[in-house]
């Protein structure tokens, strides 16, 4: 079993930035890729970004690149997301979780998610 515990979210203005985390217990971290996803109100949830293992590979969903950075660290478990030039369409609940084995886009690759932080960008 692995409990995944989401924290920065908040409200920002447009152009602001926010770092969201997401600390992992119950397996070893290293071993699994991770992901950030994002449901807005009446939308589909959706693939933000991913990171592999050991964080040399990263994917980004096209409407974040270059604004959002996904990182990890092995030593405290815990993954980031760190996001710059927020815009109004950026707001959502942002879930991350763990990958059944390789990086990937697909929310059916994920196995383990956290219950999510609220991301709210003003206009």
């Known amino acids: 079993q692995v409990q995944l515990v989401e924290s920065g979210g908040g409200l920002v203005q447009a152009g602001g930035s926010l770092r969201l985390s997401c600390a992992a217990s119950?397996?070893?971290?290293?071993?699994?890729?991770m992901g950030w996803f994002r449901q807005a109100p009446g939308k589909e949830r959706e693939f933000v970004a991913a990171?592999?293992?050991?964080?040399?590979?990263?994917m980004y969903a096209d409407s974040v690149k270059g604004r959002f950075t996904i990182s990890r660290d092995n030593a405290k478990n815990t993954v980031y997301l760190q996001m710059n030039s927020l815009k109004p369409d950026d707001t959502a609940v942002y879930y991350c979780a763990t990958a059944r084995s390789v990086i990937s886009t697909n929310s059916p690759a994920y196995d383990y998610w956290g219950q999510g932080t609220q991301v709210t960008v003003s206009s």
């Open positions: 119950g397996r070893t971290f290293s071993s699994y890729a």
């Open positions: 990171i592999s293992r050991g964080g040399t590979r990263t």
